[in-house]
């Protein structure tokens, strides 16, 4: 995009004037503090001003509203005029709820209104349409937590109500059957929110976003609350007790009657950074790749932007997404105003474009009581932009098991991206509906160039799966996996994901080019917070030695075996001189274990790293027409639970050090726990999870994901 006209940005206030307004930026208390359970009446705002599609039940849902406030000593005030939508006009009200609002019903104005009162303690409630409100404001895409992509017929689901102590849920039972229409949205919150419900997908047509398809959530704003169901669409959902007492919760937790924790069990919620309150020089700049379709942009040297719900009262860390085809810069992390206590500071790449988006951090090494500023550095000219940043209150953790390594392969590509198919084709077939395995990806045949899509959703998935690690597939210097590497490195941090490399074969691999390939790795991607580094190994990185049987004699590796950990291919402890451990990678040996114990028991007994691999099932019919190699049945799950427990068993594993799985999305050869299509294209014979751990359906695709959560939790406490 072009990077020379700034329009006047929305909130503007000039350094001086911030210092100025210091009451507006330093954080006080909940404008509607919380009164005790028995208190006097509280007042609600009823908003349902429409642009777009007007639903027949908003009277339905203000007369159900008003009759739950007569019964339960609130009052409701129903509007459609947005001039309610001002400091003072709000000030009464401890709560506002958008049912069923669509299309941009605010203005400016209103909208700076609307987000001082959510942030300053107010509370917010959306019904169903509100999530087809306002795609134009980021800051409204924050507060509802998704906007609406589609929906199918109205019909019957069941619900599956996954907190049921909030006060909107706790009188619900496990699962809830009931009519609506079920919306789609354009992205899953989950991240970001405290999920209450999800939608089973598999108990009605037309769903679209699979297996995790949350439909109400709640979460904090600033100093308030919000809460969101996509629930209500029909009239009769304003007559059903049940959905009316969902209302009741959601309306008394939002004006803060009603405690409860409403925290993303992900950790700190992200800000979008184009939300700020106050800002000199900045402007939003739209770019389909970032969250929420906007950046924080058009940033100079001395540009800033403020925050005044944001308090770095005991911050210790700071994330950001960001991206650079300008002069790149630094992002200093202030307190109060744009002159405040420098409590530290961030390198800003350049990127090689808006699109091209990476992620930095940095611990902070000052404190201060004051709300978030953010002040830019650099040369002339624009520097970077900002998409999201994310303030942590302390020490960086990561809650998945970096003990745990799958196997990832980045070797794929599609027209769309690469200009090509790359093997999904092999075999003979001619993709996108004919490829080179016997299972389809959930994904289709994507790309690994696809950062934003299929990567991005590669590394939730390996998140889900409690796997801290995945062992980056690499055929040498200047290939296709090493060009994209610090694209999936990018992605991989964003989920707090480690990378560890897996060295294969290339033609005129020899002892000395492998340990010139680790000094290459070490320097190329050393300094990325996603590499991979072994805390209980001396923070050495991770290399497995694909086929190194190949090669007899491995004395240049003692080049590099001082700071890196290096993993020979076998069993047999004869062939392991000048390795720093062994890995089986075998997804068939697995199930008998051979060799197993008796690697391990060696390792043990020399200080080195023993990772045997284990496997959910191997088959690979489709991408080797006529090959001999023996197959692997899943056995529903059963093959995948007999690995690992050879693995952690220490009468057959040898006490692993690692455990590697073989693999997470190998389609070739049949061994993926990526989630696998479970109705592929028909008449290509297709295999899917179908009764995978008693799965079907939707359910079934991310069953293997579940499962490696299980065993890398079990795995976990048998090191304790």
């Not at 709000?90 to 941009?104: I, M, S």
């Not at 992509?149 to 689901?157: F, N």
């Not at 109500?161 to 699962?175: K, M």
Request: aromatic share 10%; hydrophobic share 35%; glycine share 10%.
């Amino acid at each position: 995009m072009s990077r020379r006209t700034r329009r006047t940005p929305r909130h503007h206030l000039p350094a001086p004037a911030l210092a100025a307004a210091g009451a507006l930026l330093l954080p006080t208390a909940p404008a509607h503090a919380a009164a005790p359970e028995a208190a006097a009446a509280f007042e609600v705002l009823v908003f349902s001003k429409t642009v777009g599609f007007r639903h027949d039940s908003i009277a339905a849902g203000t007369s159900a509203l008003r009759s739950l406030g007569q019964q339960h000593n609130f009052s409701v005030t129903a509007t459609e005029d947005a001039s309610a939508f001002s400091p003072a006009a709000l000030a009464p009200y401890e709560a506002v709820v958008f049912l069923n609002t669509t299309g941009d019903v605010l203005d400016a104005t209103q909208q700076n209104a609307l987000q001082s009162y959510v942030d300053n303690g107010g509370g917010y409630v959306g019904v169903h349409a509100a999530a087809d409100t306002e795609y134009d404001w980021p800051y409204y895409h924050q507060l509802v937590g998704a906007h609406f992509k589609s929906h199918p017929a109205v019909q019957q689901a069941t619900l599956d109500n996954e907190d049921r102590t909030h006060p909107a849920t706790a009188h619900l039972g496990p699962t809830w059957t009931r009519t609506d229409e079920w919306y789609d949205y354009r992205t899953n919150p989950r991240s970001d929110v405290h999920v209450l419900q999800t939608i089973d997908e598999s108990t009605y047509n037309g769903g679209g976003m699979g297996a995790d398809h949350p439909i109400t959530w709640c979460h904090p704003q600033g100093e308030g609350r919000s809460f969101y169901t996509g629930l209500g669409h029909t009239a009769e959902s304003y007559n059903d007790p049940a959905f009316k007492n969902l209302l009741l919760g959601a309306v008394r937790y939002a004006a803060g009657q009603a405690p409860a924790d409403c925290s993303s069990p992900l950790g700190p919620r992200a800000t979008e950074a184009e939300s700020y309150t106050s800002a000199s020089g900045v402007q939003a700049a739209g770019h389909a790749a970032a969250s929420g379709g906007q950046t924080l942009g058009y940033i100079d040297n001395g540009d800033w932007a403020a925050y005044a719900a944001l308090s770095t009262d005991g911050a210790s860390t700071f994330t950001a997404t960001v991206s650079s085809a300008g002069a790149g810069g630094t992002i200093q992390v202030r307190s109060g105003s744009p002159t405040g206590p420098l409590l530290g500071s961030v390198q800003v790449p350049v990127t090689g474009g808006w699109e091209t988006f990476t992620t930095v951090s940095t611990t902070l090494t000052a404190s201060a009581a004051g709300p978030l500023v953010l002040t830019f550095t650099g040369g002339s000219g624009a520097l970077f932009d900002i998409d999201t940043f994310t303030l942590g209150t302390g020490p960086a953790t990561n809650a998945l098991n970096q003990n745990v390594h799958l196997f990832y392969y980045p070797w794929y590509g599609s027209p769309a991206v690469n200009g090509d198919w790359r093997h999904w084709q092999q075999g003979g077939h001619t993709p996108p509906d004919d490829i080179g395995a016997d299972l389809y990806p959930a994904l289709g045949p994507y790309d690994s160039a696809d950062y934003t899509r299929a990567v991005a959703q590669h590394m939730k998935w390996i998140a889900r799966s409690g796997a801290g690690v995945l062992v980056y597939s690499w055929w040498g210097q200047g290939g296709y996996e090493d060009r994209i590497a610090r694209g999936v490195l990018d992605a991989a941090q964003k989920e707090g994901i480690k990378v560890a490399w897996h060295l294969e074969p290339y033609a005129g691999r020899t002892a000395a080019s492998t340990a010139a390939d680790i000094r290459y790795l070490n320097t190329a991607y050393g300094d990325h917070p996603a590499f991979y580094r072994s805390a209980e190994h001396g923070n050495k990185g991770a290399f497995y030695v694909f086929s190194s049987l190949d090669i007899t004699d491995w004395t240049a590796l003692d080049e590099v075996t001082g700071d890196s950990i290096v993993l020979a291919q076998t069993t047999d402890t004869t062939k392991i001189r000048h390795f720093s451990g062994m890995y089986t990678y075998d997804g068939i040996a697995g199930a008998t274990a051979p060799g197993w114990k008796q690697a391990g028991d060696y390792a043990r007994a020399h200080n080195l790293v023993w990772s045997p691999s284990v496997a959910p099932g191997y088959i690979d019919d489709r991408a080797v027409p006529g090959n001999t190699t023996p197959t692997v049945d899943r056995d529903d799950g059963a093959a995948y639970d007999r690995q690992w427990s050879n693995a952690l068993a220490p009468a057959t594993g040898g006490t692993p050090t690692w455990v590697s799985v073989t693999s997470f999305n190998e389609w070739h050869e049949g061994s993926s726990i990526e989630p696998a299509d479970g109705t592929p294209p028909a008449g290509h014979g297709y295999q899917t999870y179908d009764g995978a751990y008693g799965l079907t359906g939707p359910a079934a695709e991310t069953s293997y994901l579940d499962r490696t959560a299980y065993w890398a939790e079990r795995f976990e406490r048998t090191r304790k």
